[in-house]
């Protein structure tokens, strides 16, 4: 059986494809104003935290960021929270990998 990946490796994937999600998502709401655009900013960041903060606390940023994450989006749902579900799943897997 393949070993899964270290945590570091899902916090990357979810701060990748997260910022991805909101670069492009930033600037379809452009338009509408810049407050718009940057309410894309929060989830990078809340997937970012996990990853500069030191190894022995990695674990609960990471927790605590997921919950964050996913609060967002299932609030955001009707609107881009959908687009914000592919970077929980990876935050999430990376906060319970030893």
Not at 27 to 51: D, E, K, N, R
Not at 63 to 79: D, F, I, K, N, Y
Request: aromatic residues 6%.
């Amino acid at each position: 059986m393949p070993r899964l990946p270290h945590d570091r490796t899902w916090l990357l994937g979810a701060f990748g494809i997260t910022t991805a999600f909101s670069l492009l998502l930033g600037l379809a709401l452009l338009p509408q104003g810049p407050g718009a655009a940057a309410f894309m900013l929060i989830p990078v960041t809340l997937t970012a935290v996990p990853l500069i903060v030191r190894r022995r606390h990695r674990r609960r940023a990471a927790l605590v960021s997921t919950a964050t994450l996913a609060l967002t989006a299932v609030l955001s749902l009707p609107s881009v929270g959908a687009f914000l579900l592919p970077g929980v799943i990876l935050l999430a897997i990376g906060s319970f990998k030893p």
